[in-house]
């Protein structure tokens, strides 16, 4: 009987002690709740005056006009005076719901910090958060970035390859004007040079350029006695005769054309979408590799010869180019000035001339 007395007592006092910890958790948990309201409408009006400065910044560098200013600045009044509303509703709705159930629920409220500068509050069930609202009280203190200069894109570029040589025209050229083709890829920056206009723009970044000249009446390239590149007809009927130069190389352009200007609340965004452009400029860069290919019957047998060698070409590339069209599509031309073959006695220079996808 003693020991049935004493555990009795002793469930009693345990729940007295938690019914007395779950009360003072409850009066903390309201009290945490009425403190954070106190500090809304005064986090709210402080970002108001943040936006508002920069809205007045952005007049006095002539960016808006004093009509879009004043429109910009009756938004950020009416979202503030809406977040305060909204706000006070959520953190009023968690107070009902504490005190009308007296602290004591099944799927408790939780109202805890997280890293400084941030209140949480949610409700976790099962010892797990299952909704939470989260205020950053320091978010209306950074700097926000208005404008944006600098832009990337993936570049890709095909088409027709050929070699300028001297005292020949492009007809007389001893490589195939269709059968000879140039593949270009890499990654370009574009930042606006104006503070206000998006009118020049300057593109810069790096690119592999793969080269390609197919040869015409059965010849294939060969390096001479002297160690110089030249063109020798080959022993067997020739099915293909490829030979292909590969580059690494950083193109710079001075970029023109309109742009139309998107203005948010928060941003200012120069679009090129459907409109005109034009690039001109130069590379420069490195060859990194140079291969050939030949295709033939011998014998009744079919041969490729895949032939990677150093066939006399000049190690340094540069050269001018040039693109023009509309959005992300583009006409697009560019000229080596360096000679493709070092110490030959007929200087032939490459040439391209394709289409340019700025994605």
Not at 86 to 113: H, K, M, P, T, Y
Not at 248 to 265: A, I, N, R
Request: with cysteine.
């Amino acid at each position: 009987m003693r020991t049935i007395t004493t555990f009795v007592l002793l469930c009693i006092t345990l729940f007295v002690v938690q019914s007395i910890s779950a009360q003072e958790d409850y009066e903390k948990k309201v009290k945490a709740l009425k403190s954070q309201k106190e500090k809304v409408t005064e986090q709210e009006k402080e970002a108001l005056k943040v936006e508002v400065s920069e809205i007045n910044k952005r007049l006095e560098d002539g960016i808006i006009s004093e009509e879009d200013a004043q429109k910009l600045k009756e938004e950020a009044a009416e979202k503030r005076a809406l977040n305060i509303e909204n706000r006070l509703a959520i953190i009023d709705n968690q107070i009902s719901l504490l005190q009308r159930n007296e602290g004591i629920l099944f799927n408790d409220i939780q109202v805890d910090s997280v890293p400084e500068g941030q209140i949480r509050i949610g409700i976790d069930i099962g010892g797990k958060p299952a909704e939470s609202y989260v205020f950053n009280t320091n978010y209306w203190k950074r700097d926000l970035r208005y404008d944006r200069r600098t832009y990337s894109d993936f570049v890709l570029a095909a088409g027709f390859n050929n070699a300028i040589i001297d005292g020949q025209s492009l007809n007389d050229s001893p490589y195939q004007l269709g059968g000879s083709r140039f593949f270009e890829m890499g990654w370009q920056w574009r930042t606006r040079v104006f503070d206000n206009t998006n009118f020049l723009r300057l593109n810069y970044g790096f690119s592999f350029q793969f080269n390609g000249l197919k040869m015409k009446d059965n010849q294939y390239l060969v390096l001479n006695d002297q160690g110089v590149a030249e063109l020798q007809p080959f022993q067997f009927d020739l099915d293909k005769s490829k030979f292909r130069m590969d580059n690494l190389v950083f193109p710079v352009h001075f970029e023109f054309g309109p742009s139309k200007l998107k203005q948010t609340e928060k941003t200012i965004r120069y679009s090129l979408r459907n409109q005109f452009r034009l690039g001109i400029g130069g590379y420069g860069g490195f060859n990194i590799g140079t291969r050939q290919k030949l295709k033939y019957d011998q014998d009744g047998s079919s041969v490729k010869d895949k032939l990677k060698r150093d066939y006399n070409t000049n190690n340094l590339i540069y050269g001018i180019s040039a693109y023009a069209g509309f959005d992300g599509v583009l006409l697009y031309l560019k000229y080596d000035l360096n000679p493709i073959f070092k110490n030959a006695a007929i200087e032939q220079r490459n040439v391209s001339l394709g289409l340019r996808f700025d994605l």
